[in-house]
């Protein structure tokens, strides 16, 4: 039988309203491990990991996102306590205000100069990052 790590996919969605942006999305996890997160969530057998983007942010957060463009690939084993993931990150444009859904208890919009770094699951620090840097 062949094993391989489960595959994800995140959003790292940027709200505006009209043109002007307000931030970006973050939401509190219903599950372990429990804290502040990017929405997302995994890829379904036969499904494109550009569609389960999209599907796991209205899910999540009830909004319609565009895909602007893709993070990074984030695969290291130790990046999710529960199991090995590998996650295609993508950056994405909605607008609207994000409702927690699925296994969000709630979701936020953060400005960028307040995301609560000490809070955030995963390796969601690290990958928020990247996407500040670039």
């Known amino acids: 039988m062949i094993r391989t790590p489960h ?3 995140d959003g ?29 969530g995994f890829v379904e057998i036969g499904e494109r990991v550009e569609e389960a983007c999209v599907r796991e942010m209205r899910e999540e957060t009830g909004l319609t996102v565009t895909i602007r463009r893709l993070l990074g ?3 290291d084993p130790a990046r999710d306590p529960r199991f ?6 993508f950056v994405c444009e909605a607008r609207g205000e994000p409702v927690g859904g699925d296994d969000a208890k709630e979701a936020f919009v953060y ?4 995301i609560p770094w000490g ?16």
């Open 12 to 40: 790292i969605i940027e709200i505006y309203d009209g043109r002007e942006f307000r931030g970006i999305v973050l939401i509190e996890r219903k599950n372990e491990p429990r804290g502040l997160a990017l929405p997302g």
């Open 84 to 89: 090995h993931t590998a996650s295609c990150v």
């Open 111 to 114: 400005r960028l100069e307040e």
């Open 119 to 134: 809070r955030l699951c995963f390796d969601h620090a690290a990958i928020l990052e990247d996407y500040l840097r670039r």
């Open 7 to 9: 595959l994800a996919t």
């Open 73 to 75: 690939v984030y695969s």
